[in-house]
């Protein structure tokens, strides 16, 4: 019952990423972005930016939309392999990638002031990588015992 309850909140969490890299693209310039681009912008301009620095900066933003999308498809393709196969090297692979993406994520975003990136990278890290882990070890114990 656990390990559905975990398999399906990495569903989730899949969804999530999809929705979010759907929606960056759409509302990169619309208002409810407006607080966030100014914290950015008021690092790097030292205040407002310059039309062409904000469009810029923009534009940055909706490109990481269709990259969140494909992270989510990976993430997909893997938590499917380890839903249906019990496969602990998928969740592991999974952890793995937040492992290695959330330190350098927050550090790039830490120096530039942005610390609504690392509240959301540390949320990420906080609700995935716990059941990612459990997942693993109990997908191998699963295995190991069925190997004995």
């Known amino acids: 019952m656990k390990r559905m309850l975990l398999v399906r909140w990495m569903y989730i969490a899949v969804a999530a990423h999809?929705?979010?890299g759907v929606l960056l693209p759409l509302c990169a310039g619309m208002p409810l972005t407006?607080?966030?681009r100014r914290?950015?912008?008021?690092?790097?301009?030292?205040?407002?930016?310059s039309q062409a620095g904000r469009a810029l900066h923009m534009w940055w933003l909706a490109l990481f939309g269709p990259t969140?999308?494909?992270?989510?498809?990976?993430?997909?393709?893997?938590?499917v392999i380890g839903d249906q196969q019990k496969n602990a090297?998928?969740?592991?692979?999974?952890?793995?990638g937040l492992i290695v993406w959330a330190p350098q994520d927050m550090l790039i975003s830490a120096r530039a002031h942005c610390w609504t990136n690392v509240w959301l990278d540390l949320a990420a890290v906080?609700?995935?990588?716990?059941p990612l882990l459990w997942l693993c070890k109990t997908d191998l114990?699963?295995?190991n015992r069925k190997a004995t």
């Open 68 to 79: 969140v999308q494909a992270a989510a498809i990976w993430m997909a393709g893997l938590v």
């Open 39 to 49: 914290s950015i912008e008021a690092f790097f301009f030292g205040g407002e930016a």
């Open 18 to 20: 999809l929705v979010v």
């Open 141 to 143: 114990a699963n295995k």
């Open 89 to 96: 090297y998928a969740w592991l692979m999974l952890a793995l």
């Open 34 to 36: 407006d607080e966030y």
């Open 126 to 130: 906080t609700l995935m990588l716990p």
